[in-house]
């Protein structure tokens, strides 16, 4: 990340101020509750630049920061408010299930959403510009895709840590680093005539995406949760290959070629492989070492699903109205960011190209 983004509110200026100072500590905040937390942009940016920490760090920010422990107590309330929304909407399940059933269990979740599809939209209805969009979004997790699944490695034992190492390995490139997802993120982004450094459009990126970076960043980052994030990888595997050959279509449908598209065509074959080991053998295998793990691993599954759905929605919303679904530009250095849909002009993201 080349630099930091503005704040969107007073719990993000306030990190933000510390983090740029002379590493005093942050004081103690109390937080008010948030009347949507899976939508609010101050409290999704904080807890996104908390997170980021613990990736590649922060310009200018001294690493001391990622275990400072004032930093971490505004972590976990802000992490609180997080966790009681997705549970006031999630529901945590109380029955158990069979690890031989968990296949079926996931697939339901995934059927059970009768959201728009984005993918059917990008194939078939969306312009260059509103595909260019989609991008930016995903750039948010597409550049370090598959890092928040790989804190459960060292959380897991035998074959579902086995699965998960298998599930990694193509996700990292299989030994070849021009093939590590991201890097093809990357390329696609250059393919768009988009800018591919890492967290490049960090300011246009609104809440209702940062939440579903965060949820994974959080389930990765905490030992109680590795069920709810192996379920979440489960999911995610399982329903990847089919809208991702979607979107390679709907590319090539606007003219743009291999270097854009690769990323997706690549995942249509590697996510197909995936699938029956993420569902049977992570999931399975780790349900067959800890029943109890059942309702978590669901959860983690469907907080994937609904805040996926959130996103979909706002996206088709915006576009279906004529509107961007990104953040509006800064005007003069002035703070500009809007709330989730609202824009005040229409974007050419062609203009952020790289020279």
């Given amino acids: 990340m080349s630099q930091l983004p503005r704040a969107r509110g007073e719990v993000s200026q306030l990190l933000l101020d510390a983090l740029t100072g002379d590493h005093a500590p942050l004081p103690a905040t109390y937080l008010p509750p948030s009347p949507d937390p899976l939508a609010d942009e101050d409290l999704q940016l904080a807890l996104y630049l908390c997170y980021e920490l613990h990736y590649r760090g922060l310009p200018g920010v001294a690493d001391e ?4 422990p004032s930093l971490l107590a505004l972590r976990r309330e802000l992490e609180l408010q997080f966790e009681r929304e997705l549970l006031a909407v999630v529901p945590l399940r109380s029955q158990r299930v069979e690890p031989a059933e968990i296949d079926l269990a996931l697939r339901a979740i995934a059927e059970a959403d ?21 991008v930016v979004h995903r750039s948010a997790y597409q550049l370090k895709e598959a890092d928040p699944h ?18 990694q390995f193509d996700e990292y490139g299989s030994g070849r680093s021009e093939w590590i997802h ?8 250059r393919g768009l005539g988009l800018d591919p450094s890492y967290g490049a459009y960090l300011d246009r990126i609104p809440a209702v995406t940062l939440a579903t970076v965060n949820l994974m960043s959080w389930l990765g980052l905490h030992r109680r949760l590795r069920a709810a994030i192996v379920g979440h990888l489960a999911l995610f595997e399982m329903t990847s290959s089919i809208p991702n050959r979607r979107y390679a279509n709907g590319l090539r449908r606007l003219g743009f070629g291999p270097d854009a598209t690769r990323f997706f065509d690549e995942h249509v074959t590697a996510d197909a492989v995936h699938e029956n080991i993420a569902a049977v053998d992570l ?17 983690g599954a469907e907080a994937l699903a609904h805040l996926e759905a959130r996103w979909a929605a706002h996206l088709i919303s ?23 849909g609202a824009v005040a002009e229409r974007l050419d993201l062609r203009s952020a190209a790289p020279a």
């Fill in 318 to 340: 915006c576009w279906d109205n004529g509107s961007s679904s990104l953040l509006a530009r800064a005007a003069g250095g002035a703070e500009t960011s809007q709330l989730v």
């Fill in 150 to 167: 790989s804190w459960a490695i060292p959380r897991l034992a035998g074959p579902p840590k086995a699965a998960l190492l298998e599930i």
């Fill in 283 to 299: 999931a399975g295998g780790l349900l067959s070492q800890e029943p109890e793990s059942g309702p978590l691993l669901l959860w």
């Fill in 114 to 134: 009768e959201g728009p599809s984005l993918s059917n939209y990008i194939q078939s209805a969306a312009t260059a510009e509103q595909v260019r969009e989609f």
């Fill in 65 to 68: 920061w990622e275990w400072e």
């Fill in 182 to 189: 991201a890097e093809l993120f990357a390329q696609s982004m």
